[in-house]
């Protein structure tokens, strides 16, 4: 089990619209894995800013979701300290709230500081960009490559695909003239996609040749009504040269939909799906 039974969901809220439906969003995944939610205020000035607001959101909490609740007000960096109190609380789980794009920098001030936040993360991180709330993860929707650690979020997402009741959609990227790329990653899509039915997960998978991989992972996530984006904190050397950057950075910073990030699992981890993965 990768977001663990019986330990924090770490949400930051800074009472955006955001950051409101990140805490909304933590509800039944909490319930799932029996957890506590813990509300993180910081500030950059004064330790008792919003204070009284953020007891209010966790008495509402408390009440919508008949949950334990914890309340933590903080004076710093917000990034720094989430990482560091998620690792200190031993949380499972990050669930935060970006707002719209141009907001969106200036409450993450800038997409570098993002990128530190994501990767220094020491538990899987959700970053939910809509206002508007998601109650259910009917489908969730799977970027795909040649790399290790690709293999590794299979166990994540069929978590959570059987919590949700969900099916999982998986979708490889390569480049359009990239043949070579594209026959040797089927046999491993084919493997994967027959490990997650015999969890007795319902699962599709597709194959898109593009040269703008995360707009076309989005873009395919929307098109197939997608809930939930499940990708890996790694850097996609498997794909080639043809990225600036990295797809999940890309992914992060556009996506409308809910994007769950995890950090690489210890290679012990791939003998699930046997010696030909």
């Known amino acids: 089990m990768i977001i663990h039974s019986n330990q924090s969901i770490l949400i930051p809220v800074d009472f955006s619209k955001q950051s409101l439906v990140a805490v909304r969003q933590a509800y039944n995944l909490a319930r799932f894995t029996k957890?506590?939610?813990?509300?993180?205020?910081?500030?950059?000035?004064?330790?008792?800013?919003?204070?009284?607001?953020?007891?209010?959101?966790?008495?509402?909490?408390?009440?919508?979701?008949?949950?334990?609740?914890?309340?933590?007000?903080?004076?710093?960096?917000?990034y720094e300290l989430t990482d560091k109190k998620a690792e200190e609380l031993n949380c499972s789980l990050i669930i935060i709230g970006l707002d719209s794009h141009v907001r969106f920098r200036s409450f993450l001030g800038g997409s570098s500081h993002v990128t530190k936040f994501?990767?220094?993360?020491?538990?899987p991180v959700i970053t939910i960009r809509s206002a508007e709330n998601r109650d259910g993860c009917r489908n969730i929707i799977m970027p795909f490559?040649?790399?290790?650690?690709?293999?590794?979020?299979?166990?994540?997402?069929?978590?959570?695909?059987?919590?949700?009741?969900?099916?999982?959609r998986i979708v490889s990227v390569f480049h359009p003239n990239?043949?070579?790329?594209?026959?040797?990653?089927?046999?491993?899509?084919?493997?994967?996609?027959?490990?997650?039915?015999?969890?007795?997960?319902?699962?599709?998978?597709?194959?898109?040749?593009?040269?703008?991989?995360?707009?076309?992972?989005?873009?395919?996530?929307n098109k197939n009504d997608g809930d939930l984006i499940v990708q890996m904190n790694q850097k996609d050397l498997s794909i080639g040269d043809m990225f600036s950057g990295t797809?999940?950075?890309?992914?992060?910073?556009?996506?409308?939909?809910?994007?769950?990030?995890?950090?690489?699992?210890?290679?012990?981890?791939l003998s699930h799906f046997g010696s030909g993965m």
């Open 178 to 221: 990239d043949d070579k790329y594209e026959n040797k990653l089927l046999p491993y899509l084919q493997q994967v996609k027959k490990f997650i039915k015999e969890k007795g997960i319902n699962c599709t998978n597709k194959s898109v040749p593009t040269t703008k991989p995360a707009e076309a992972i989005v873009e395919y996530a």
């Open 35 to 78: 957890s506590k939610i813990i509300l993180m205020h910081v500030s950059t000035t004064n330790i008792d800013e919003n204070k009284s607001e953020l007891q209010e959101l966790a008495e509402t909490t408390r009440k919508a979701s008949g949950l334990e609740v914890e309340t933590l007000s903080l004076k710093g960096d917000l």
């Open 118 to 123: 994501i990767k220094n993360a020491p538990c």
């Open 247 to 269: 797809i999940g950075e890309k992914i992060v910073e556009i996506s409308n939909l809910p994007v769950i990030t995890i950090p690489p699992m210890k290679r012990e981890s």
């Open 145 to 168: 490559d040649l790399s290790p650690e690709s293999r590794e979020k299979v166990s994540v997402a069929v978590q959570l695909a059987h919590f949700y009741g969900g099916d999982i």
